[in-house]
Nanobody, 123 residues
Framework: QVQLVESGGGSVQAGGSLKLSCRAS????????TGWFRQAPGREREFVAR????????????DYGEPAKGRFAISRDDAANMVYLQMNSLKAEDPAVYYC????????????WGQGTQVTISS
């Protein structure tokens, strides 16, 4: 059974940082592109970042959605079946439930989703 489990969410002051983690199990994680998405109350789910599986030359592609550019960084550790999202300079518009999701090499959509981790900004 495939599972994606997010952790690391919490409350942080504006301008602060959080590092989210996503642990995968039940799949050959290194064969999957994994991304982060977020959804705030009353809003549609939004793409945050993604990191592809490694090419035969060991290269990975990283893409960021507009909210993440210049502030967030995605990384992965295939040996540990983990993907991370380092979030810096958090803003009032960043609170949401953050989800990780993975898709295999041929799927156009994400096959597996985690349950999400909540990020809030404290005043």
């Amino acid at each position: 059974q495939v599972q994606l489990v997010e952790s690391g969410g919490g409350s942080v002051q504006a301008g602060g940082s959080l590092k989210l983690s996503c642990r995968a199990s039940g799949l050959t994680f290194s064969d999957y592109t994994t991304g982060w998405f977020r959804q705030a109350p009353g809003r549609e789910r939004e793409f945050v970042a993604r990191i592809t599986y490694s090419s035969p030359l060991g290269r990975r592609r990283v893409d960021y959605g507009e909210p993440a550019k210049g502030r967030f960084a995605i990384s992965r550790d295939d040996a540990a079946n983990m993907v991370y999202l380092q979030m810096n300079s958090l803003k009032a518009e960043d609170p949401a439930v953050y989800y990780c999701a993975s898709k295999d090499r041929i799927s156009p959509t994400y096959n597996y989703w985690g349950q999400g981790t909540q990020v809030t900004i404290s005043s």
